[in-house]
C-alpha cells in the first residue's frame, strides 16, 4: 500500500513552496504557471482501459506534490476579479477551476489505492476496492463533472424509450407489420459484399453530405478534405468504421456490411464529425491550457449530434436510412444504462445480457461484446448519448429565437473548440 510519512510531507512542501508564496500574482501570471507546472507534474495521460490507468498511478510523493499544486492553484482562482478578464482569460478560468476540482477528486481516490491489489479488466471497476466512488470519478472524467451515476442510469432508461417511440413510428410509415418489418430488415437488398461496392457507397454519401454541409456548419470551406479507405486493423473488426489522421476507415472483414449504417456513420467519423470538428480547433483560437487537455464528453457528443442532421445533409433518403441510425442510437441508450448497471450497481453478466436481450433482438454476440468493453472501459460510451442530448437542448432553445441560423449557433458552439459539456453555456453567453 501506499504510504508517506512526516518527512516526505516536509519534502513535498520544500518542493512546491514557491506555489504557495504566489497567491497574489496577477491572472497571466497564474495562467503561465499553471502551464508550466501542470506539464512539470507528469500526470499520466487518461486512458480508456482502467486497469491501465490505475497501474499508472504515481507514487505518494508526486500525489502529494499534485495535490499541493491544485490546492494552491484553487486559492490564487479565488482573488482573481472575472468580470475584469477577457472572454479568453474567462474561459482559462473557468477550465482551471474545473480541472482543480476534477484532479482533487482523483488524488483523493489516488491516496487511498492499495498497489498490491490484483487488477484483471474482465471484471468491472466495481468489483476493486472503493470501486464505486472511482466509477463515479470516471464518469465526471469522461462525461461531465456535474453528472452522477443515478442521474445517467435514469438517462439511459429515458433514452430507452424515446429511441423506440422514434423506430416505431418509422416501422408505421413503412406500412408493414411490426413482424414483416423486422423481416425486411434482414433482406439481402440492405447488405453489401464487396470492398468496392462499400467505398463507392461512403464516396456518394460523403458528395451528398459536401453539398449541403456549407449551409448549416461554418469552416466547412476551410476543412481539408476526408478520405476514405478500407480499415485494415483486426483488433478494431468490432465496429463498422473509425477515423484517425485525417481518413476515415471502414470496415470489411468478409462479414455483410449494413447499408442502413453508411450515413450515419459517415457523418458521424467525417464531415461533419469527427474529421470537421478536429480540423476546426485547428482553424480557431485556443489557449495553451486548452492544449493541455481533451473533453470527450464534447467530442463524442459533437459526433453524434450532427447524425441528426441526415436529412438536412442530403443523406437519409429513406425511412430505412433513418431507421439505421436509430438502430444504432438505441444500442448507444442500452449501454447507457449497463454501464452504470455493470460498474456502479454491480450487475451480474447475466443480469447484463438480460437486459440487454430486453430491448435489442438478435444481436446477442453485440451484447456481450459491448458488456465486455464497459467492464474495460467504465464511462466512455456514455460520452456518445449525453454531450449529444446536451447539443440537441441547446439547439432546440436556440431554434425558438426568430433570428435563428444554423451557421451563426454552430459557430457558437464550436467557438472555442472542444471544452467541459458544463461549460457550453458559456460559449453562447460570451458575446
Known amino acids: 500500500m501506499k504510504t508517506y510519512s512526516k518527512l516526505h510531507s516536509v519534502v513535498i512542501l520544500l518542493l512546491v513552496s514557491p506555489l504557495l508564496c504566489s497567491q497574489s500574482k496577477s491572472f497571466e501570471a497564474v495562467r503561465k504557471d499553471f502551464v508550466k507546472n501542470y506539464i512539470a507534474l507528469q500526470i499520466p495521460y487518461h486512458q480508456a482501459n482502467y486497469v491501465q490507468n490505475l497501474k499508472s498511478i504515481k507514487p505518494i510523493e508526486n500525489i502529494i506534490q499534485q495535490e499541493v499544486f491544485f490546492k494552491t492553484v484553487a486559492k490564487q482562482l479565488t482573488n482573481v476579479d472575472v468580470k475584469n478578464l477577457n472572454e479568453y482569460q474567462q474561459l482559462d478560468y473557468h477550465l482551471m477551476n474545473y480541472e482543480v476540482a476534477l484532479?482533487?477528486?482523483?488524488?483523493?481516490?489516488?491516496?487511498?489505492?492499495?498497489?498490491?491489489?490484483?487488477?484483471?479488466?474482465?471484471?468491472?471497476?466495481?468489483?476493486?476496492?472503493n470501486g464505486k466512488n472511482w466509477y463515479a470519478y470516471l464518469l465526471k472524467k469522461w462525461v461531465d463533472i456535474t453528472v452522477t451515476p443515478d442521474e445517467m442510469f435514469q438517462f439511459g432508461l429515458d433514452e430507452i424509450e424515446k429511441i423506440k417511440s422514434n423506430m416505431k413510428d418509422l416501422q408505421g410509415r413503412s406500412r408493414f407489420s411490426e413482424k414483416a418489418f423486422q423481416e425486411y430488415l434482414n433482406h439481402a437488398s440492405f447488405f453489401l459484399h464487396n470492398v468496392e461496392d462499400i467505398q463507392q457507397a461512403f464516396e456518394n454519401t460523403k458528395r451528398e453530405v459536401a453539398k449541403k454541409a456549407t449551409n448549416f456548419f461554418p469552416y466547412i470551406d476551410s476543412i481539408p478534405d476526408v478520405n476514405i479507405t478500407q480499415g485494415t486493423n483486426e483488433s478494431l473488426s468490432q465496429v463498422p468504421a473509425y477515423y484517425n489522421n485525417?481518413?476515415?476507415?471502414?470496415?470489411?472483414f468478409n462479414q455483410p456490411f449494413n447499408k442502413r449504417q453508411l450515413d450515419w456513420i459517415y457523418i458521424h467519423e467525417g464531415i461533419s464529425g469527427?474529421?470537421?470538428?478536429?480540423?476546426?480547433?485547428?482553424?480557431?483560437?485556443?489557449?495553451?491550457?486548452?492544449?493541455?487537455?481533451?473533453?470527450?464528453?464534447?467530442?463524442?457528443?459533437?459526433?453524434?449530434?450532427?447524425?441528426?442532421?441526415?436529412?438536412?445533409?442530403?443523406?437519409?433518403?429513406?425511412?430505412?436510412?433513418?431507421?439505421?441510425?436509430?438502430?444504432w442510437d438505441l444500442i448507444r441508450s442500452v449501454r447507457v444504462v449497463l454501464d452504470v448497471g455493470i460498474n456502479y450497481y454491480g450487475?451480474?453478466?447475466?443480469?447484463?445480457?438480460?437486459?440487454?436481450?430486453?430491448?435489442?433482438?438478435?444481436?446477442?454476440a453485440v451484447g456481450w461484446r459491448e458488456i465486455n468493453r464497459m467492464k474495460r472501459w467504465p464511462a466512455q460510451v456514455i460520452t456518445y448519448k449525453y454531450g449529444s442530448d446536451v447539443f440537441l437542448k441547446f439547439l432546440n432553445e436556440a431554434k425558438k429565437n426568430e433570428d435563428f441560423e444554423y451557421i451563426k449557433f454552430h459557430n457558437e458552439l464550436l467557438k472555442y473548440g472542444d471544452i467541459p459539456i458544463s461549460l457550453l453555456e458559456f460559449n453562447l453567453k460570451s458575446d
Open 274 to 327: 469527427h474529421h470537421y470538428q478536429i480540423m476546426v480547433n485547428a482553424i480557431i483560437k485556443r489557449t495553451d491550457i486548452q492544449q493541455l487537455f481533451w473533453y470527450s464528453g464534447f467530442v463524442e457528443g459533437w459526433g453524434a449530434y450532427v447524425e441528426h442532421f441526415g436529412k438536412e445533409l442530403g443523406v437519409y433518403k429513406t425511412i430505412y436510412d433513418e431507421y439505421g441510425k436509430w438502430e
Open 103 to 129: 484532479n482533487l477528486e482523483r488524488i483523493s481516490l489516488e491516496k487511498q489505492w492499495d498497489d498490491t491489489i490484483e487488477l484483471d479488466d474482465k471484471r468491472s471497476i466495481y468489483t476493486i476496492k
Open 347 to 364: 450487475w451480474s453478466d447475466e443480469k447484463a445480457i438480460s437486459f440487454w436481450k430486453a430491448h435489442i433482438v438478435d444481436q446477442d
Open 246 to 252: 485525417s481518413t476515415f476507415y471502414f470496415n470489411y
